[in-house]
């Protein structure tokens, strides 16, 4: 039996079992073919940050990785490099993607969650993915990158498509929304080369350093990116977030009491079931130790932050929400130079959706017991959040 069996059902069952019996596991990878396994949080850690560490494909030993292809004009993104590539795109980005301009995000985030909770009216049931942690990230990314509201819809789609794809069904779906998404940046950096506008997509096509600048590659594998990561992300921690307080209503019951301690709620919410259960594979361009176990140049790595943020070496009593907690240093949106770009956007529009949802419906509480959580590891996220609501 592999020993990640169970991960997708009930992973911090399999993770606590993994961490009690080897720092490093080999397991079966997502794709069926072999891969090692990190789940205590110094080995995580430290992963995370290891140079030794490639996230460039090129590394793979042949026929040891499979992994979902995309065509080079989306693949040429931060998710699959290394320094120097790594550091000058992510430098020419920082000048587009700024503190200032994520600060400027929190009325217009504000402003969006009020409006999808106007559309719920005073009292019922909904599911409040579908009705909220799914269209308010979509709107404000697009708002950011300045796509228009006509095709905010399918990318919504092609995103889901990719996270979660059920090839049973339909097995070209995730080859369709890379085609349609490709084709469809194409065209909107085409228009936004000819009439450009107060966006991050204009200011990315325009930012240089030194006479350096994106190419046109570049340019579309980070659109693609901080679409996919800005709004998967999100959504995930959104319902996590929300999830977690209707389980543990005492919490919630503080929460509501001392709204000032949501920014470290959300640290407590992002350590607690963060939105990924893999991190992004990793490659060693040499034989690396990690553990104890001697991982072969080349062969696949998997490091786990849920894992490691439930470990309890670092976080005592792990597998208990408490937002009093001190979560800093958890790893659930990475560590190192691969730390998210859009790591304070993210938890501000936690933050902002908690916010407005518990001040919006003094009653809140679970709808249905039985939820269906998401079929990737990839985004640790539900299917469906049906709540009941009364102002």
């Known amino acids: 039996m592999?020993?990640?069996?169970?991960?997708?059902?009930?992973?911090?069952?399999?993770?606590?079992?993994?961490?009690?019996?080897?720092p490093v596991h080999r397991i079966a990878g997502p794709d069926g073919t072999p891969a090692w396994l990190v789940t205590r949080y110094d080995d995580?850690?430290?992963?995370?940050?290891?140079?030794?560490?490639?996230?460039d494909?090129?590394?793979?030993?042949?026929?040891?990785?499979?992994?979902?292809?995309?065509?080079?004009?989306?693949?040429?993104?931060l998710l699959n490099m290394d320094p120097p590539d790594h550091t000058r795109i992510r430098r020419l980005v920082g000048r587009a993607f700024t503190t200032?301009?994520?600060?400027?995000?929190?009325?217009?985030?504000?402003?969006?969650?009020?409006?999808?909770?106007?559309?719920?009216?005073?009292h019922g049931t909904t599911d409040l993915i579908a009705a909220y942690a799914a269209p308010l990230p979509i709107t404000v990314i697009?708002?950011?990158?300045?796509?228009?509201?006509?095709?905010?819809?399918?990318?919504?789609?092609?995103?889901?498509?990719?996270?979660?794809p059920?090839?049973?069904?339909?097995?070209?779906?995730?080859?369709?929304?890379?085609?349609?998404?490709?084709?469809?940046?194409?065209?909107?950096?085409?228009?936004?080369?000819?009439?450009?506008?107060?966006?991050?997509?204009?200011?990315?096509?325009?930012?240089?350093e030194k006479g350096d600048r994106l190419?046109?590659?570049?340019?579309?594998?980070?659109?693609?990116?901080i679409l996919f990561a800005g709004y998967e992300n999100t959504v995930q921690l959104i319902g996590n977030a929300v999830l977690a307080l209707l389980q543990h209503p005492e919490q919630l019951a503080a929460l509501r009491k001392d709204m000032t301690q949501l920014p470290a709620a959300v640290q407590e919410f992002l350590r607690y079931e963060g939105p990924a259960l893999l991190a992004i594979r990793?490659?060693?361009?040499?034989?690396?130790?990690?553990?104890?176990?001697?991982?072969?140049?080349?062969?696949?790595?998997?490091?786990?932050?849920?894992?490691?943020?439930?470990?309890?070496?670092?976080?005592?009593?792990?597998?208990?929400?408490?937002?009093t907690r001190d979560a800093s240093g958890h790893l659930a949106l990475g560590h190192g130079i691969h730390h998210c770009l859009g790591a304070p956007l993210a938890r501000a529009e936690t933050e902002i959706a908690v916010a407005a949802l518990l001040e919006r419906f003094p009653e809140l509480g679970l709808a249905d017991d039985e939820l269906r959580w998401r079929r990737s590891l990839r985004a640790r996220g539900l299917v469906e959040l049906p709540v009941t609501y009364s102002t």
């Open 166 to 208: 059920d090839p049973a069904a339909r097995p070209d779906a995730a080859r369709e929304a890379v085609v349609a998404m490709l084709g469809y940046f194409t065209r909107l950096l085409a228009d936004k080369r000819s009439a450009p506008a107060d966006d991050l997509l204009s200011d990315l096509i325009s930012v240089r």
């Open 142 to 164: 697009c708002d950011l990158l300045g796509i228009p509201d006509q095709h905010r819809l399918d990318f919504r789609v092609w995103t889901d498509t990719l996270v979660a």
């Open 282 to 323: 990793r490659f060693p361009v040499e034989d690396v130790t990690i553990g104890g176990v001697t991982v072969p140049a080349g062969e696949t790595v998997w490091v786990s932050p849920s894992a490691a943020d439930r470990d309890p070496d670092r976080f005592p009593d792990p597998d208990r929400l408490d937002l």
């Open 2 to 22: 592999d020993p990640a069996d169970g991960l997708l059902d009930h992973p911090y069952d399999a993770y606590r079992r993994l961490r009690d019996t080897a």
């Open 44 to 55: 995580v850690r430290a992963a995370l940050a290891d140079p030794r560490l490639s996230l």
């Open 215 to 225: 190419s046109e590659d570049e340019l579309m594998s980070l659109a693609f990116l």
């Open 57 to 77: 494909k090129r590394h793979a030993t042949a026929g040891t990785y499979k992994g979902f292809s995309l065509p080079p004009a989306l693949d040429a993104n």
């Open 100 to 122: 200032r301009r994520m600060e400027q995000l929190r009325t217009p985030i504000r402003r969006t969650a009020d409006r999808l909770l106007d559309a719920l009216g005073p």
